[in-house]
C-alpha cells in the first residue's frame, strides 16, 4: 500500500474513532452494473473502509443490465441504484415515489475518425451514425433538439442512424462502418485514445441549450420510503460518496488502485478514462441545476414524446432529493 493510502485510511480512522464493526453496521446495498463506472468509486469507499467511517457497511450488488437494477430496486433487493432523473419522473409521475441524488455530470458526445471530413455538425448532413442506446436515449434526443434549434431542421431527415450497444459502436466505427457515433463517455475516451475526434461532447450542448453546464445526468437513485426512515444512513453514505470523489479527483496516486477494474487497454485509454471521469464529478449542486432539469426536461418531451418522460410534460415534484 502506498504512502498516500496510508495517509487517507489513517485520516478517515481518526475522524471516526469509535467505529463499530462490519457485522454490527447497517449494511446499505448499492445495485450496479457489472462492469460500470460506478464500481470504481465504490470499490475505493470498500478499499479505504469509508464505509465503516461514516458508520455503514457498504454491499455492492452486481446486476445483468440496466432493467435488472430497476426491478431490483422496485422489489427492495436492494437500497440503490445509479440511473437517470428522466426515469425517477416518470415513475413519480405514475406513483412510484423514488429520488434522485447526484453522481456524474459525465454524457459522452459525437465522435469521428480524424480523416472522416466531419470537422464541424453542418458536415453531418447526408452521414450515417451511429448511436448508442434506442431511440429515445437522453444523449440523442438533447443532441436532436441542439441541432434542430441550430439549424431549424430535424437531424433524423439530415441523416441516416443506426443504434446499438456501444461496444458494437466503437467496433464499426473502427471498421469504417459509420462516419461518426454518438457514444458515452467512456466508450469515446476509449476511441480519443486511439486517434479519433471528439466534435462536441452532451455537456458542451446542454450549455448551449441554455441549460446550466453543470447538470448531472445519473445519480443515486432510491425509494422515498427508505430516505424518510434512514435519514443519518443516507447522509452518512452520500458523506462517504463525497469523500471518496475528492480522492478521485485530487489524486493521481489512487487511480493506481483503481487501474485494474478500469480494463485500459494502454496508458492513454487509462488517462483518458480518468480525465473523463474527473470532468463529470459534480461540483455544486443547486435550485440552479434543479430548475435546469425541469427546462430540459420539457424540451426532450416534446422530442422524445410518452416513451420518454411517460403521462406528464413536466418533471415530477421531488424528483431531486436535498439534503
Known amino acids: 500500500m502506498n504512502h498516500f493510502l496510508k495517509l487517507v485510511i489513517l485520516f478517515c480512522f481518526f475522524i ?17 452494473l457489472q462492469y460500470g463506472s460506478v464500481n470504481w468509486e465504490l470499490d475505493l469507499i470498500k478499499t479505504l473502509e469509508l464505509d465503516k467511517n461514516h458508520n455503514f457497511d457498504l454491499e455492492i450488488v452486481q446486476l445483468a443490465s440496466k432493467n435488472a437494477a430497476a426491478v431490483a430496486l422496485q422489489g427492495k433487493s436492494v437500497d440503490m441504484i445509479v440511473t437517470d432523473w428522466f426515469w425517477v419522473s416518470r415513475q413519480r409521475s405514475q406513483g412510484r415515489m423514488f429520488s434522485f441524488f447526484p453522481h ?13 471530413g466531419i470537422k464541424k455538425l453542418e458536415d453531418l448532413k447526408g452521414k450515417k451514425i451511429g448511436i ?15 441541432y434542430k434549434k441550430k439549424y431549424g431542421i430535424d437531424l433524423i431527415k439530415e441523416t441516416k442512424q443506426i443504434f446499438g450497444a456501444p461496444p ?9 462502418s459509420f462516419d461518426a457515433i454518438l457514444t458515452y463517455w467512456p466508450y469515446q475516451a ?14 458542451d450542448i446542454i450549455s448551449n441549450l441554455g441549460i446550466p453546464k ?33 480522492i478521485m479527483f485530487d489524486s493521481d496516486e489512487v487511480w493506481e488502485k483503481i487501474k485494474p477494474q478500469m480494463r485500459a487497454e494502454n496508458d492513454s485509454t487509462f488517462i483518458n478514462l480518468r480525465d473523463i471521469y474527473r470532468e463529470g464529478i459534480p461540483q ?20 422524445g414524446g410518452k ?17
Open 16 to 32: 471516526l474513532p469509535y467505529n463499530l464493526s462490519s457485522g454490527d453496521l447497517t449494511k446499505v446495498k448499492i445495485g450496479v
Open 104 to 116: 456524474s455530470m459525465a454524457a459522452g458526445g459525437l465522435i469521428v475518425k480524424s480523416d472522416s
Open 132 to 146: 448508442a442506446g434506442g431511440q429515445v436515449d437522453k444523449s440523442w434526443l438533447i443532441f436532436r433538439a441542439y
Open 168 to 176: 458494437l459502436l466503437n467496433k464499426k466505427i473502427q471498421q469504417g
Open 190 to 203: 476509449r476511441l480519443v485514445s486511439e486517434g479519433f475526434k471528439r466534435i462536441i461532447n452532451i455537456q
Open 214 to 246: 453543470g447538470l448531472p445526468i445519473i445519480g443515486w437513485v432510491f425509494r422515498d420510503e427508505y430516505s424518510e426512515n434512514n435519514q443519518e444512513l443516507m447522509n452518512n453514505f452520500l458523506k462517504a460518496s463525497e469523500k471518496a470523489k475528492k
Open 284 to 303: 455544486a449542486f443547486s435550485e440552479e441545476e434543479i430548475n435546469g432539469a425541469a427546462k430540459l426536461f420539457e424540451t426532450l418531451g416534446e422530442i
Open 307 to 323: 416513451e420518454l418522460v411517460g403521462s406528464s410534460s413536466k418533471m415530477a415534484s421531488g424528483t431531486f432529493w436535498v439534503k
